[in-house]
Every structure is written in structure tokens, then in C-alpha cells.
């Protein structure tokens, strides 16, 4: 059988699969399995692998692509889907998820200067604390493997006294050596950025001096000022954690944690002081921010590694050659519904900039991208987690049917805008003010001059005695709005058509004439 293409994976799954003890039925189920991209070989003496009476063991390694949390699960459930299908006997008696290999811990060395010996003490420590912030530095680094020994020290003098890459030579006369500024390697196998205590305490130390700007900007009492002592007391921790790699002077330690915790705090007191909202609006805040960023995580499991990213050279421009015409149809029809439908006036005898029409559209347009690129956030979640692996079929019928939904719902919220900007324009134009503009649609307030006793009107008469609105005419035939509320209930049958020629108009303000 030839074997299938893989796709993308990040992940390696090991299972141990008892086969019938049957030459023929190993025969078939290595060849399936192989067919499949999977690495397949009888379990070895090594292995240790013990099967029940009538089975043999056959390892099989499958590549999975999502979270190490639901690898193996996945694993399994591919595997017994083509045994199922194949009607091969066997059964999953072990899985295990192969981890992979662990960076190997490593040392950098930055070359410096070193601090002349016939310095003031007062030089001297300005430049202790100069050089511990990485002043002084001659753009020169080593990288050794393994912690930090006094063996390995002399090891990078030794290396660096021996060669000359080009530049000035090491001198050990005028240079010293120093390791950049993190904390410390941890002694155990678990690597320190994997460290659940690590992790637990920094993200312990952000909430707390966020939520410590928050209060500073969210009361106004004197008392407020106390919630600057926590992350003035977490400065020192803080600091000596982040430079515990190599002793540091205090002050440089202390900036080091200032610097994290005051910034954090600086920075949400920022943004929690430009909020007008309060306590429920900051977690209204917080919640949008959550959302965004689980939506952009949910894009990236959903967009790399996929048909989209291996196509996006071409499937980008297919996409984008329709806006053109798409984004000015959207805006001529939202247009046309404001005018037709509320006041009763072809739309194609109103002048608007072909610019608005781009305007009008971007909200609908926006909301609509911004509801797909949830949906496939969705679907990326799904992805990384592999449930689309067991409700393929579901998700299959489920993701267009919830796609149209938002799409009708997106229409559905586009009309309502236009009718309540129809709605506040009415009201305006019906107390005698002057209506606010909606996306080029500028309507005037202007009483109506006729300039001859008699004047073709369609649904006249023409009022003389209250303003009437009109939009800007284009072309020979005005029509105008009448927002008596006589004329009915109905306001598409208040408009009126007349000849430019044969009427003069005035802006004005008010209700009469």
C-alpha cells in the first residue's frame, strides 16, 4: 500500500496494539497502519511489552497535530477508526505521549570592559552598576552548554584569551566577563519556564499589579494611595528572582523589579483612568481583551499549519478582487433603503460621494468579517483540541448553518440602524430642527417659494406655510419630505416632487415659515 501524505503535526503518540496472532492479520494491519503515514514494528524484546495469550504486539507511532492534552485520546480514537473500518482485531492496550526534546540548558557570556584600577570609588561603583545593566559591553559573546561553573568561567577565559575573531583581541588585563541578567536555572529536570510554581507567581505578581493601577485609578480617596505599597514591596522579590542568575548590586536589583511591577501598574492605571465607566465597565474591559485574545489564538490554531496558509498567495487575492464592487453596492443599498423606504425619494435623484458608500458599508462589512473570524476562531479551538476528529460530520452541517445565521443576523442589525437613523431624522425634521447627516445623506430644513400661482406637484400640494426637508437634488426634479404629521402615518407617501425651476428654496430653523 502506498503511504498517505501526512499533514501537519506537533505532537508524537506511541501505542502499544495487541493483533490477533495470525501471520495474515499482522500482515494487513502493518500494511494499513503503514498506508497511513504511521511508523509501525513488532514490539521488541526491549520493549517489555507483555499481550494477552493468541496476540502479538505491534508498536505504532501516529503524528497528531493539537494539544498535548488530547493527543493521545486522538491517537487512539485514529487508530481504532481504521481497524473499525478495516475489520482488524486487535485493541489498544497502551498509549503514550512522546515528549519532546528538552532544550539543553546553556550559559551566555558578554565580554566588557573592565573598570580601571586607579578609579574613584565613587566611579567605580557607577560603574559596577553600569556594567550589571550591560554598559560597557564590547559586542562580544560566548555561549557554553550546561549550568554556570567556576570551571566553565575559566573554560570561556581560556577559549576567549586563545582566539581573535577579528577586532581588538581579548585582553585579560582590560576585559571581564559577565552572564546576562535572568533567573536562575533550576536544579531539577522540569525547565524553568515550565516550572508550574514559576508560572503560578508571575502570573500572581501581573494581577496583582494590575488590580493595584485599577484601584489608584478607580477611587478617588486619599486611602487609594496605600495600593502603591504592594508593588513597592514586590520591587525587592521581584528583582532578585529576575537577576538571581549572578549577584548584582541592590539598586540594580531593585530597578529590575521596579521597572516590572511599577510598570505594570503604570500601565493599567493608564488605561482604567481613561475608562469613564466603572467597576462593571473595567470587567466589561477585561472581558473584551479576554475574548480578543482568545479569538486571535483561536485564528492562529485555526490558519496555520492548514490548506488557508499553504494557499494564501492566491486565495487572498481571489478573495479581495470582489470588494470593490461589493463594499459600494452594500452602501448604495443601505442608502437606498434610508431614503426609499422612510421618506419615500428615489434614491438615484439624491447626490451622495461615492465615498460614503465605502463609509456606510464598513460597520455591516466589519461586524460580518468580525462574526466569521469568531466562527473560525471556534473552529481553531476545535482544532487544537482535535473535537472536530470525532463530530466531523456534526460540524460539517453545524459551522454553514451557524455562518448563515450571523450573516441574516448581521443584515438583520444593519436595516435596524438604518431605520432608527431614519426614525431620529423624522423626529428632528418633524420638531423643526435640522436632521443629523447620515453618511452623506445631508438633509436641509427649507421653506418652499413657489415662483408662478400654478406649479406641477406629484402628492402636492406644496406647503408654504412650515418647513419642508430636502436632500441635495441631483439633477432638474426635486424631491422634497413633508413632515406634517397629517399626511399620515405612513412617511414614504410624504414626499413630494416638483420642478427646480419652478420653486425657490430657503434654509431655515423652526416650525413656521
Not at 406641477?456 to 441631483?474: E, Y
Amino acid at each position: 500500500m502506498t503511504p498517505e501524505v501526512q499533514g501537519p503535526f506537533n505532537r508524537r503518540v506511541r501505542l502499544v496494539v495487541e493483533v490477533r496472532d495470525d501471520q495474515d492479520e499482522l500482515e494487513l494491519a502493518t500494511g494499513v497502519f503503514g498506508a497511513q503515514g504511521w511508523g509501525v514494528r513488532p514490539a521488541r524484546d526491549g520493549d517489555s511489552v507483555t499481550v494477552e495469550e493468541g496476540y502479538a504486539g505491534l508498536v505504532v507511532e501516529i503524528p497528531v497535530h493539537g494539544s498535548r492534552w488530547t493527543a493521545r485520546s486522538t491517537a487512539v480514537e485514529q487508530l481504532t477508526a481504521v481497524a473499525k473500518r478495516r475489520k482488524l482485531d486487535l485493541w489498544v492496550r497502551e498509549s503514550k505521549l512522546i515528549p519532546p526534546k528538552s532544550v539543553d540548558q546553556h550559559t551566555i557570556y558578554h565580554v566588557h570592559r573592565r573598570v580601571p584600577g586607579d578609579a574613584s570609588p565613587v566611579v567605580r561603583w557607577l560603574a559596577e552598576h553600569w556594567v550589571a545593566v550591560g554598559g560597557l559591553d564590547v559586542r562580544h559573546t560566548l555561549q557554553l552548554r550546561g549550568a554556570y561553573s567556576d570551571e566553565q568561567r575559566e573554560q570561556v577565559l581560556a577559549e576567549l584569551a586563545a582566539r581573535n575573531l577579528g577586532g581588538p583581541p581579548f585582553d585579560p588585563d582590560a576585559h571581564d566577563i559577565r552572564r546576562a541578567i535572568g533567573p536562575r536555572a533550576g536544579t531539577g529536570s522540569t525547565e524553568a519556564h515550565r516550572d508550574p510554581a514559576t508560572i503560578a507567581l508571575a502570573c500572581l505578581v501581573v494581577l496583582v499589579s494590575v488590580a493595584c493601577g485599577i484601584v489608584l485609578a478607580a477611587f478617588t480617596s486619599p486611602w487609594r494611595l496605600l495600593a502603591t505599597a504592594v508593588p513597592a514591596a514586590l520591587c525587592r522579590p521581584v528583582g532578585a528572582w529576575v537577576t538571581s542568575n549572578e549577584p548584582r548590586p541592590k539598586l540594580v536589583r531593585l530597578g529590575c523589579g521596579a521597572v516590572i511591577t511599577g510598570g505594570l501598574t503604570v500601565i493599567s492605571f493608564l488605561w482604567a483612568d481613561a475608562q469613564d465607566t466603572g467597576a462593571a465597565g473595567l470587567l466589561a474591559g477585561f472581558g473584551t481583551t479576554l475574548g480578543i485574545g482568545l479569538t486571535v489564538f483561536g485564528l492562529w490554531y485555526a490558519l496555520s499549519e492548514s490548506w488557508f496558509s499553504r494557499n494564501v498567495q492566491w486565495f487572498l487575492p481571489v478573495l479581495a478582487a470582489p470588494l470593490p464592487f461589493v463594499v459600494p453596492w452594500v452602501g448604495s443599498f443601505l442608502h437606498a433603503v434610508y431614503l426609499e423606504d422612510y421618506f419615500g425619494i428615489p434614491a438615484g435623484t439624491v447626490h451622495v460621494g461615492f465615498y460614503w458608500q465605502y463609509a456606510v458599508a464598513f460597520k455591516p462589512l466589519a461586524t460580518t468579517t468580525a462574526c466569521l473570524l469568531v466562527l473560525v476562531a471556534l473552529a481553531g479551538w476545535a482544532r487544537h483540541f482535535n473535537v472536530q476528529t470525532g463530530v466531523t460530520g456534526f460540524l460539517r452541517w453545524v459551522l454553514p448553518l451557524v455562518g448563515l445565521v450571523m450573516l441574516l443576523t448581521v443584515v438583520d442589525i444593519a436595516l435596524d440602524d438604518v431605520d432608527q437613523a431614519a426614525d431620529r431624522a423624522v423626529d428632528a425634521a418633524a420638531a423643526g430642527r435640522r436632521p443629523a447627516a447620515y453618511f452623506g445623506l445631508d438633509g436641509e430644513l427649507v421653506c418652499v417659494e413657489p415662483l408662478s400661482p400654478k406649479i406641477s406637484v406629484i402628492n402636492g400640494p406644496v406647503p408654504t406655510g412650515h418647513p419642508v426637508l430636502s436632500f441635495r437634488a441631483n439633477g432638474d426634479t426635486l424631491w422634497l419630505w413633508d413632515p406634517d404629521p397629517a399626511r399620515g402615518e405612513d412617511t414614504a407617501r410624504h414626499s413630494l416632487r416638483v420642478r427646480a425651476e419652478d420653486v425657490a428654496l430657503v434654509v431655515t430653523d423652526g416650525k413656521r415659515c
